[in-house]
């Protein structure tokens, strides 16, 4: 039996509200932060290759070294043509679409149209009625201590007995966001309003996204596509308004941890199930780019910033993170980074920048939950996570850094969207 911590592009991340691969089981840490040099692309390209070689059907990379930059990618798309993965293809990233919904409220309290500790109630009293949507604040859902509970579940019932047949069964059906909104509410709460540690929870983000549309009188997603995502100067990154995505792209192998066999294709899916919460697409330049933006204050003044780096506890993914408004911080041998996970049925994607925006990485895979679980319901990791971490500290703190396997604490990418399975 699956246990009932979906989740999803959200729940840590989303990815697309339930379901990522893993990413951070675990934290490497050294006394003194060393400082990455330069770009080694033979070692990079060589590194995204052992991603491949341990079983990842396809993988793309964009690395940032100040003005520098190295693209590569490794294996197929389509594992029956096997036409190949390029650096530049447009992917469904997941929970990453938190990081641009909470930059667009963010806006707003900027401008004095909402205030961060004010209650949900006072803005969407119909849709959080009574004391609920008095003690839970703005605040608390960007920051998943709002303790409402994830949607995922419920949305997607078969989910829970280890078969994919609601994963099909709503493959082209429409979800309207208050519909899911309900589904949360209904949910047992998982905790008590602004208490930490927090969880992770889809739903929080569309109730954003539906703020959002209240105070601007604006469709959610056109607004974040005018004022948050042109404003980064974003050239393939969208919220498609089809099952489709848009432009050159990868399929998306789903494995649900070995109950579907073999993986299947959910590259063609109607993403309105995540929403604000996880239905962006783009690529892993237009990432890196969107972050590096946002760390360097282009997309809100220093005050909104700085809120969206106060961090609290949240559990997510079988683990904890440090979470702010929309993003998180990762503490790797070389320092800190910031950025967000995501994953959708399919496709996965981890994007992190330091505080500066100078050194960054974005990546994107085409298939997920490729582990198995264990008879104590835990997930074992596999040569593809090991492989990925290496490509990852590579990637941001150059040659030199412990391996995952050396590591005493082995880390995995994208712990926000983990979903976790009981037999």
Known sequence: MISRRFILSGRRMAVATAMGALLAAGTVTTPAAATPEGLDRQALQTSLDAVHKAGMYGMYANVRDGGRTWRGAAGVADVDTRRPVRPDMVHRVGSITKTFTAVAILQQVERGAIELDAPVGRYLPDLVPGERGQKVTVRMLLNHTSHIADYIAPAFPSLLEGSAKSLDDHRFRTIAPEELVELGLNGVPTGEPGVAPGSYSNTNYILAGLLLEKVTGTDAEDHITRNVIRKAGLRHTSFPRTPHIPGPHSKAYESMYGFIDPPRDYSVYNMSWAGTAGAVTSTMDDLNRFYRALLRGELMGAAQLAEMQKTVVVLAGGGSIDYGLGLYSLDLPCGRFWGHD????????????????????????????????????????????????????????????????????PFVPFPADRLSVKR
């Open 342 to 409: 995501g994953g959708v049925f399919g496709m996965a994607t981890q994007s992190l920048s330091s505080p500066d925006g100078s050194r960054q990485l974005s990546f994107g895979v085409n298939r997920t939950k490729y582990q198995t679980i264990d008879e104590s319901g835990h997930i074992v990791l596999h040569p593809i996570d090991y492989a990925t971490v290496d490509h990852l500290l590579l990637a941001l703190c150059g040659p030199g850094t412990a391996t995952a396997k050396a590591a005493t604490a």
